[in-house]
């Protein structure tokens, strides 16, 4: 069974780059969207970022300027930079991988969840 596995999480430097990857363990065809979600203390699970297949890329209105979302579509990954990151930045973050034509919150269709990367941010 094909997994999303993440990197790059753990305890960064407040005013640090962060830099979390994403990428399948197998082959995924017809991915159309990837992108990031997080889940911040005491608060429900919320969309960061996404990316189409084309590269045309959307973010929540939460997210500030210091976050960028990137894909590689030889490699199937999905990357998520956040400059300067704070503390409020501290969150378990998740990629997702949806199959079809769906949005990226969408439930239908098939999708694919990493199992989170915890990401705290030291001031």
């Known amino acids: 069974q094909v997994q999303l596995v993440e990197s790059g999480g753990g305890l960064v430097q407040a005013g640090d780059t962060l830099r979390l990857s994403c990428a399948a363990s197998?082959?995924?065809?017809?991915?159309?969207?990837m992108g990031w979600f997080r889940q911040r203390p005491g608060k429900e699970r919320e969309l960061v970022a996404a990316?189409?297949?084309?590269?045309?890329?959307e973010y929540s209105d939460s997210v500030e300027d210091r976050y960028r979302v990137s894909r590689d579509n030889s490699k199937t990954t999905v990357n998520l930079q956040v400059d300067s990151v704070k503390p409020e930045d501290t969150a378990i973050y998740y990629c997702?991988?949806?199959?079809?034509?769906?949005?990226?919150?969408?439930?239908?269709?098939?999708?694919?969840w990493g199992q989170g990367t915890q990401v705290t941010v030291s001031s």
């Open positions: 997702k991988f949806v199959v079809g034509d769906y949005a990226i919150q969408a439930s239908e269709g098939l999708t694919y």
């Open positions: 990316v189409t297949d084309s590269g045309r890329t």
């Open positions: 197998g082959n995924i065809f017809g991915i159309n969207m």
